[in-house]
């Protein structure tokens, strides 16, 4: 289970406006003939913090991965910062540089320094000046607690490191949305709490965030809204406080004894 | 709990242990002889057999090497000093074929006033390598580019070359040197240039050719620029298709023009005239630099999702890797011929080089999917994730990384191709190894010797190869020490 998350929140740039930042209808995707997601509806806002959970093979990540393409869903819509992501290459090219995403095992490019995957995309994605991508990815990475390594190779770094660079190299871009498919899982306890802190700094920023996670202390404390999904749907979605505390459905319920561990 | 057990497992540091260096690696000649060679009765054995194979070897052949001699007109004039010297019967080494003729081993029929053409392509050719294979490793760099200038100015000296050639050599390799050290990136433009140059330095004639083909890929890149604004893909074909239209028909007539009105031309040297390890560089050089991308691209090619580039990528490849080398140099020699049109004269070397390039490329293609394979999904997804498009994340990404694994399989390639080229004798052109030797040994004087060419080509070879696989080995340790 998660480490209760001790600091204090600060909830002034937190808002969630009307602006709809990502919008799913009716959408469906299959794996050859198993059905993985099942008619998602998902309206998401500008600056909202979504954390969504539940059991394995339950369809979280292939759910987020539709989200920037890097799954491809069947039928229904998704509709990104305005853009419809159908097969236009154009579209899923820009959808891609303005939504981060970060992954479970990291996915650091080895080859190059921290620095330069930090640099990489905003050089030649946004065609930003070398001096002025690098000065920026300086910037976040002091944000994220790492600046001095910035001329060390990822295999260099110890899983949390690695983990806060992934993070940087995702901002470098200027995202307006970040996709999290369990950043803390494939890392040891004392790391967790570092990338936490991490992502909990994002939020007080007012970044819109889709995490999927098992840090239900990170739910609690950050998240607006709590989702729960089973055998590829939706099956519960609310607002951290009422999501643990009067769970409705039975899946839910089951879900958070095993999870919370009692 | 016992007293004695709840003793053992309270335990609290008061003092911190300071860091210790290591302990130096204990050596010593017996010591190191006891651990490898006698460390058990299995290794003993084997040691003393090693010994007892080698000292075969040598008492076989000691006798023969012992025996060289280095300064006859013919083998029977060798044959007749090695039995005055050491007696009737004995056997020796008449090295002196290899005094007589090195030149042609090396040069093939090059006029031989103009030898110091192919080493100054040589020495250039290492100026437009150097900033390629150590772009990071500035020491070594400098040592090469200085040994490679001293080494080419002296050697075009003893070689007869004349003033002017010299001094142009010296411009150009000891600009290098100076260049590199001030501002390395330049060598590149020099490393661009260097294939248009060196052809015109092995073949001579107008120099005009060259300029026109730099121009046309002026004007192609011309008409990339000016069309990339409103469609990179249209803008990449208009430069390409410019560039080749222009190659093809106007090149010719524009470089005889201005030959005409300009004369810029030096001693033409045919074809037929390259011979020896000139021929077998200049095809191995070219098919090594032209066979890498190709063989990156059908790789690729072979990866795709896209069903007509992936069949036409498998059919070739394994079209190709299915056929003998010799094959398709019959094919480049005479059935070439059948297709172009009468009249066309394409030249040979070319035409090999060719035949050669797509072989070495069909398997570099497999070597490098082996590595494309082995990338984790992970580092795809990333790329993606990030917005790269499918060119820029297989180039920033993806083949980076591809080709860091595939680096074994790649030199092993190029050390194959640079051998088969030695294949070329039977198309009739005179490689090192048959061509040449026959060659000499047409001669009365120098008829039946047999071990000493095999000796002298099988040793420049094995000198050639054996860089390869060194330099193979440092770029794959120096990219380790990079990446972790
Ligand atoms: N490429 C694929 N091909 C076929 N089936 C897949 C593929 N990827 C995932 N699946 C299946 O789809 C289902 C949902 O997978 P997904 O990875 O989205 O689950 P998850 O909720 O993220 O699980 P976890 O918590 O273990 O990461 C699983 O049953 C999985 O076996
Ligand atoms: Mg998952």
């Not at chain 2, 394409?346 to 999917?369: C, G, H, K, S, W």
Request: charged share 15%.
């Amino acid at each position: 289970m998660s480490e209760a998350i001790t600091r204090d929140i600060d909830r002034s740039h937190m808002k969630v406006s009307d602006e709809v930042a990502i919008d799913i209808r009716n959408m469906n995707k299959w794996y050859g003939t198993f059905h993985v997601l099942r008619d998602i509806d998902l309206t998401v806002h500008k600056g909202e913090r979504i954390v969504i959970a539940g059991p394995s093979g339950s369809g979280k990540s292939t759910l987020i991965r539709c989200i920037n393409r890097l799954e491809e869903h069947q039928s229904g819509h998704i509709v990104v910062d305005g853009i419809e992501l159908t097969s236009d290459i154009k579209n899923i090219d820009k959808v891609r540089s303005e939504v981060g995403m970060v992954f479970q095992h990291f996915n650091l490019f080895p080859h190059l320094t921290v620095l330069e995957n930090c640099t990489l995309a905003p050089i030649w994605v946004r065609k930003v000046p070398k001096k002025q991508a690098e000065a920026t990815a300086m910037r976040f990475l002091e944000k994220v607690k790492i600046p001095e390594q910035a001329g060390k190779y990822p295999g260099q770094l110890s899983g949390g490191q690695q983990q806060r660079v992934a993070i940087a190299r995702s901002l470098c871009m200027q995202p307006k949305i970040m996709l999290f498919d369990e950043p803390t899982s494939a890392l040891d306890p004392e790391m967790i709490k570092e990338v936490l802190d991490t992502m909990i700094e994002l939020a007080e920023e007012g970044m819109t965030m889709l995490c999927v996670t098992h840090e239900m202390g990170f739910a609690q404390a950050v998240a607006n809204r709590v989702i729960f999904m089973d055998q590829g749907q939706i099956v519960e979605q609310n607002n951290p406080h009422d999501f643990f505390h009067n769970p409705k459905s039975e899946r839910t319920k089951l879900f958070l004894s095993q999870i919370l561990g009692h | 709990m016992s007293e004695l057990h709840a003793q053992t497992v309270s335990f609290v540091r008061e003092t911190m242990i300071p860091p210790a260096p290591p302990p130096t690696r204990q050596t010593g000649a017996l010591r190191w002889l006891r651990e490898n060679l006698f460390s058990g009765p299995v290794n003993t054995i084997l040691t003393l057999l090693g010994l007892a194979i080698i000292w075969f070897l040598v008492s076989h052949f000691w006798d023969w090497f012992a025996h060289s001699v280095w300064n006859a007109a013919s083998l029977a004039e060798c044959r007749q000093i090695i039995a005055e010297t050491w007696g009737e019967g004995a056997r020796g080494a008449c090295w002196a074929v290899i005094r007589e003729r090195w030149n042609q081993y090396l040069f093939g029929f090059y006029p031989m006033e103009l030898y110091f053409r192919p080493v100054m392509a040589f020495g250039f050719l290492m100026v437009a390598l150097a900033p390629v294979l150590f772009s990071e490793s500035l020491q070594i760099r400098r040592i090469v580019l200085i040994v490679s200038a001293v080494l080419t100015l002296v050697l075009m000296a003893m070689l007869g070359s004349p003033m002017v050639w010299l001094a142009f050599a010296a411009v150009v390799m000891i600009g290098a040197v100076v260049i590199a050290e001030r501002h390395a990136p330049w060598l590149l433009i020099f490393s661009v240039l260097y294939p248009l140059l060196g052809i015109w330095l092995l073949w001579g004639g107008s120099l005009w050719p060259q300029i026109m083909v730099l121009a046309s890929i002026g004007l192609g890149w011309l008409a990339w620029k000016l069309l990339v604004r409103v469609s990179p893909l249209l803008a990449m074909v208009a430069g390409v298709l410019v560039t080749l239209i222009l190659w093809l028909v106007a090149v010719g007539p524009a470089a005889e023009d201005a030959q005409r009105l300009i004369p810029l031309a030096i001693t033409a040297v045919d074809s037929d005239q390259f011979g020896g390890f000139l021929l077998s560089i200049t095809i191995g050089v070219a098919g090594i630099a032209l066979s890498l991308p190709l063989g990156i691209i059908l790789a690729l090619a072979r990866r795709s999702d896209m069903f007509l580039v992936h069949t036409l990528a498998v059919t070739f490849i394994e079209f190709i890797r299915g056929v003998p080398l010799i094959t398709l140099l019959f094919v480049a020699s005479l059935l070439l011929n059948y297709f172009l049109p009468p009249g066309t004269n394409f030249d040979i070397i070319l035409r090999v080089i060719i035949m050669v390039t797509i072989f070495a490329a069909a398997y570099m293609a497999e070597v490098i999917r082996g590595g494309l394979a082995a990338l984790p999904r992970g580092q795809y997804e990333a790329a993606d994730a990030l917005g790269l498009d499918y060119w820029k994340a297989q180039r920033l990404i993806i083949l980076p990384q591809a080709l860091k694994i595939s680096i074994p399989g790649i030199v092993s390639t190029f050390i194959g191709m640079f051998k088969d080229t030695t294949l070329v004798v039977f198309v009739g052109l005179f490689d090192p190894l048959k061509g040449v030797s026959d060659f000499v040994r047409a001669n009365f004087a120098w008829k039946g010797v047999y071990w000493e060419p095999f000796i002298f080509v099988g040793a420049i070879f094995f000198i050639i190869c054996f860089s390869m696989s060194r330099y193979s080995m440092f770029l794959e340790r120096r990219l380790r020490r990079e990446h972790r």
